[in-house]
């Protein structure tokens, strides 16, 4: 079956405009996660959702980074404002109630100039 | 909070050759740990994990890694390494304290492999 998709896959952003990356999580899967993956580093939590209940954000690494489900499927990560250091892949990935295994995206490389 | 630390950023080894990478975590209670490939442009893909019960796991594409307690590692493990190997390599530890399965990743090892 189809596997988690994300879009777009590359987006490039002057700095200071504001950005929306999606996450379409395979279908039926409760929990969905956002990482934030620097270059020549491992992907760092961001945030997690169960249904459209946002869990935890404390990955969140500013005010300016926003992330909604509002049915339970698909998935957006805002950021406003973009800076420079927000130039990363973000990945997200979705698992299945009662599995603590994530399926994860391609990813978003988001380049902020 | 939890960490993992993967030592060795660069490996090269040749094709047939054996491989071992190695992760060390920290985590306070009995960890969730898994073992992630990511080839140039790809998402990451699951190789392994650990919950619980027999500490030597078995995972795709020959590739199976040891938990051992009292090191505090899980240590990723090849016998005969194909050139198609060459990737890099996350060893990740899951926090499931907040109801889902949030993942701590070490840095990663990129892994040469050499004809």
């Known amino acids: 079956g189809a596997g988690v998709s994300q879009s777009p896959r590359y987006k490039v952003a002057k700095r200071g405009q504001d950005v929306a990356l999606r996450c379409d999580p395979i279908?039926?899967?409760?929990?969905l996660f956002w990482y934030q993956q620097a270059l020549g580093q491992g992907p760092e939590f961001l945030t997690y959702?169960?249904?459209?209940?946002?869990?935890?954000k404390s990955g969140l690494p500013s005010d300016r980074f926003f992330a909604e489900r509002p049915e339970g499927s698909v998935s957006t990560l805002k950021i406003q404002r973009t800076q420079q250091e927000d130039s990363a892949v973000y990945l997200c990935?979705?698992?299945?109630?009662?599995?603590?295994?994530?399926?994860f995206g391609p990813g978003t490389r988001l380049t902020v100039l | 909070a939890q960490s993992v630390t993967q030592p060795d950023i660069h490996i090269t080894v040749s094709e047939g050759a054996s491989l071992e990478l190695r992760c060390n975590y920290s985590?306070?209670?009995?960890?969730?740990l898994f073992w992630y490939v990511q080839s140039p442009g790809q998402g990451l893909q699951l190789l392994l994990k650990?919950?619980?019960?027999?500490?030597l796991v078995q995972g795709i594409k020959g590739f199976e890694a040891e938990f051992k307690r009292s090191q505090s590692s899980f240590n990723l493990r090849k016998p005969s390494v194909h050139w198609s190997d060459a990737a890099e390599y996350f060893c990740a530890v899951g926090d499931i304290t907040g109801g889902g399965n949030k993942l701590t990743f070490g840095t990663g090892t990129q892994l040469k492999v050499e004809l």
């Open positions: 959702f169960q249904n459209e209940a946002q869990l935890d």
């Open positions: 650990y919950f619980s019960g027999d500490t």
């Open positions: 279908s039926g899967h409760v929990s």
């Open positions: 985590y306070g209670a009995t960890p969730y």
């Open positions: 990935a979705s698992s299945p109630a009662g599995d603590n295994e994530q399926f």
